[in-house]
């Protein structure tokens, strides 16, 4: 899919109706993320509690709040998510994957991975793919891998569509935009250029949006856009994801439930 063919399809997203069905949808899309640091116990409960309640897709926390998270989840369908090399994303392979194997041995489902940017931005962009493969051995069968590619800080569309392919033949299981730590996050158009790479791999990696995404307009676009580029059946938990911390509460609200978040 050419680059103007990508543009179209960002601007007609733009204009993508929140509905109603369109926000029950992406309620069962989410991450709900809680990455402030230092959370107490209670407030990582409470997350899950919502978590459980409204069935998102997942539960996103640090490691070290992921033994509080675990029993809330136990029994639910809501899997539960963690970082590594995070935010910064830096290029000491081993320690990532130490990190990796940690998360997963404390409980994680899933481990969300920063690339290592600095790397990147000077051009090694094999450095993502033997990280994606350390961490790919390091978390083991049935662990959700997912690359961070921070791409308000790639900027380039090139470079990220390298970074992005370069995790998909290592191993990798869903393309993520950002961190939500840096200036720039989520954007439409690189959404739509690992969208692209997801549709080169024929819909077996999947994507995930974050960084700054708070509205159901929001989220009706960024689905508008992953289904015009992968077809409307894609889209699924196994597939897409929004990594949000207040997403939850406006879907809820546009969706017709008024139990509050």
């Given at each position: 899919?050419?680059?103007?063919?990508?543009r179209?399809?960002?601007?007609?997203?733009?204009?993508?109706?929140a509905?109603?069905?369109?926000a029950?949808r992406a309620i069962?899309?989410?991450?709900?993320t809680?990455?402030?640091?230092g959370?107490?116990?209670?407030?990582?409960?409470?997350?899950c509690?919502?978590?459980?309640?409204h069935?998102?897709a997942?539960?996103?926390?640090?490691?070290?709040?992921?033994?509080?998270?675990r029993?809330?989840?136990?029994?639910?369908?809501?899997?539960?998510a963690t970082?590594?090399n995070?935010?910064?994303?830096?290029?000491?392979?081993?320690?990532?994957?130490?990190?990796?194997a940690?998360?997963?041995?404390?409980g994680?489902?899933?481990?969300d991975?920063?690339?290592?940017?600095?790397?990147?931005?000077?051009?090694?962009?094999?450095?993502?793919?033997?990280?994606i493969?350390?961490?790919?051995?390091?978390?083991?069968p049935?662990?959700?891998?997912?690359v961070i590619?921070?791409?308000?800080t790639?900027?380039e569309?090139?470079?990220?569509t390298?970074?992005?392919?370069?995790a998909?033949?290592a191993?990798?299981?869903?393309l993520?935009?950002?961190?939500?730590?840096?200036?720039?996050?989520?954007?439409?158009?690189?959404?739509?250029?690992?969208?692209?790479?997801?549709?080169?791999?024929?819909?077996?990696?999947?994507?995930?949006?974050?960084?700054?995404?708070?509205?159901?307009a929001?989220?009706?676009?960024?689905?508008?856009?992953?289904?015009?580029?992968?077809?409307?059946?894609?889209a699924?938990?196994?597939?897409?994801?929004?990594?949000?911390?207040?997403l939850?509460g406006?879907l809820l609200g546009?969706?017709?439930?008024?139990?509050?978040?």
């Amino acid at each position: 899919m050419s680059s103007p063919d990508l543009r179209a399809l960002v601007e007609a997203a733009r204009c993508a109706a929140a509905t109603p069905e369109t926000a029950r949808r992406a309620i069962g899309l989410i991450d709900l993320t809680s990455l402030k640091g230092g959370e107490p116990s209670v407030e990582i409960e409470e997350l899950c509690r919502r978590a459980v309640e409204h069935g998102t897709a997942a539960v996103c926390v640090y490691a070290e709040a992921v033994s509080a998270a675990r029993p809330v989840l136990a029994g639910s369908a809501v899997r539960l998510a963690t970082v590594a090399n995070f935010p910064y994303g830096g290029d000491d392979i081993a320690a990532v994957a130490e990190e990796t194997a940690a998360a997963v041995a404390a409980g994680a489902d899933e481990v969300d991975v920063v690339a290592p940017i600095s790397s990147l931005l000077d051009g090694d962009v094999g450095l993502v793919g033997e990280l994606i493969e350390a961490c790919r051995a390091a978390a083991g069968p049935g662990i959700t891998l997912k690359v961070i590619l921070e791409t308000g800080t790639l900027r380039e569309p090139d470079l990220i569509t390298a970074a992005a392919r370069a995790a998909v033949m290592a191993g990798v299981d869903f393309l993520k935009t950002s961190t939500g730590k840096s200036e720039v996050g989520a954007t439409l158009e690189a959404a739509a250029t690992l969208l692209a790479v997801c549709r080169e791999a024929d819909g077996r990696v999947g994507f995930k949006a974050a960084g700054g995404i708070r509205t159901a307009a929001d989220a009706a676009a960024y689905l508008q856009l992953a289904d015009s580029i992968l077809g409307s059946g894609w889209a699924s938990p196994r597939t897409f994801r929004f990594g949000a911390s207040s997403l939850l509460g406006d879907l809820l609200g546009r969706s017709g439930d008024h139990s509050g978040y």
